[in-house]
């Protein structure tokens, strides 16, 4: 809902065609992993929520502009997990 899959996109890991990604437009939040089972790569860029899923704000109101939101990524290379928040949103 709201988001666009790609089924053979190029993994920045292993340059095959085998990732799978699904980016939901309205919220510029971000998925993909690739298929390659010697590759395993994979991220997410998703904003902060809090346990019951609530966007987490940077001043801690009820703006939820994208600039006052934080993003969160996650990546998963070689069996290690990586999370990681960023100060700027990623397409800024
Ligand atoms: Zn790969």
Request: aromatic residues 16%; proline residues 1%.
């Amino acid at each position: 809902m709201g988001s666009v899959i790609t089924y053979d996109d190029k993994c920045p890991k292993c340059k095959q065609e085998t990732g799978f990604s699904d980016f939901y437009y309205k919220t510029s939040e971000e998925y993909f992993a690739c298929q390659n089972s010697e590759c395993s790569f994979s991220y997410s860029y998703q904003w902060k929520r809090d346990k019951d899923h609530k966007l987490i704000t940077r001043d801690g109101s009820d703006n939820y502009e994208f600039s006052n939101l934080i993003m969160v990524e996650t990546i998963y290379e070689n069996g290690v997990k990586t999370v990681k928040e960023l100060n700027q949103n990623k397409d800024e």
